[in-house]
């Protein structure tokens, strides 16, 4: 399973942007795909997910609000559009891929599932 990470750069605070993760069609038919970030001297952490068996979406609370996931069938792509960006949204971000096409949600913006599949990281920098 192969994941491409993109559009990741440098933005103001208060600045947009758009980071995609392109995969093959057999890939992107049957799995979920969500996105992660790891801070500089952080963990990896949940970001924001599709599921793809009910089309749920869930979202880190910190985010929540300010970025939507989204999925574009016809390029086997799934996008994350960021407004609003922080300093503290300075990260490197992944898409991943659970092999399941459910993916399950916990509390407070958290994920109850470990992705199977990572892709590169693409690296977003906010300003401030």
């Known amino acids: 399973v192969q994941l491409q990470a993109s559009g990741g750069g440098l933005v103001q605070a208060g600045g947009s942007l758009r980071l995609s993760c392109t995969t093959s069609?057999?890939?992107?038919?049957?799995?979920?795909i969500g996105w992660y970030r790891q801070r500089p001297g952080k963990a990896r952490e949940f970001v924001a997910a599709?599921?793809?068996?009910?089309?749920?979406?869930g979202y880190a609370d910190s985010v929540k609000g300010r970025f939507t996931i989204s999925r574009e069938d016809a390029k086997n792509t799934v996008y994350l559009q960021m407004h609003s960006l922080k300093p503290e949204d300075t990260a490197i971000y992944f898409c991943?891929?659970?092999?399941?096409?459910?993916?399950?949600?916990?509390?407070?913006?958290?994920?109850?599932?470990?992705?199977?599949?990572w892709g590169q990281g693409t690296l977003v920098t906010v300003s401030s």
């Open positions: 599709f599921s793809k068996s009910d089309s749920t979406t």
């Open positions: 991943a891929a659970e092999r399941g096409t459910k993916w399950h949600f916990g509390p407070q913006g958290s994920s109850l599932d470990i992705p199977d599949y």
């Open positions: 069609k057999r890939t992107f038919s049957t799995y979920s």
